[in-house]
């Protein structure tokens, strides 16, 4: 099991840029994929962007596809989310995820722990 914490949400007008922190402890981070999924008001949680155990491989959802980017330092083991030219219905609570394997997916069921969540706002 893994221990993730999320950190950077906050309100933000539309346009403007924000960056979210994931910090990993308790098994080998580096052997994992990681990923940030997202939870608007009154929907299901869903895919933001996954990163593989090294790095080399990512995958976005087409909603954010060019303005976020995802990345990882396996050294710190952590875990980054950019987001750029935010938009009001980027307006969710925010969760890290580690995988049970080493590749990036797109699924929830692929993740075996979450973090608690940091919310953003985007106003318009």
């Known amino acids: 099991q893994v221990q993730l914490v999320e950190s950077g949400g906050g309100l933000v007008q539309a346009g403007d840029s924000l960056s979210l922190s994931c910090a990993a402890s308790g098994r080998t981070y580096s052997n994992y994929a990681m990923g940030w999924f997202r939870q608007r008001p009154g929907q299901e949680r869903e895919f933001v962007a996954s990163?593989?155990?090294?790095?080399?491989?990512?995958l976005y959802a087409d909603s954010v596809k060019g303005r976020f980017t995802i990345s990882r330092d396996n050294a710190k083991n952590a875990m980054y989310l950019q987001m750029n030219r935010l938009k009001p219905e980027d307006t969710a609570v925010y969760f890290c995820a580690a995988s049970d394997g080493r590749w990036a997916s797109r699924f929830t069921t692929d993740f075996g722990s979450w973090g608690q969540g940091t919310q953003v706002i985007v106003s318009s």
């Open positions: 990163i593989s155990w090294s790095g080399g491989a990512t």
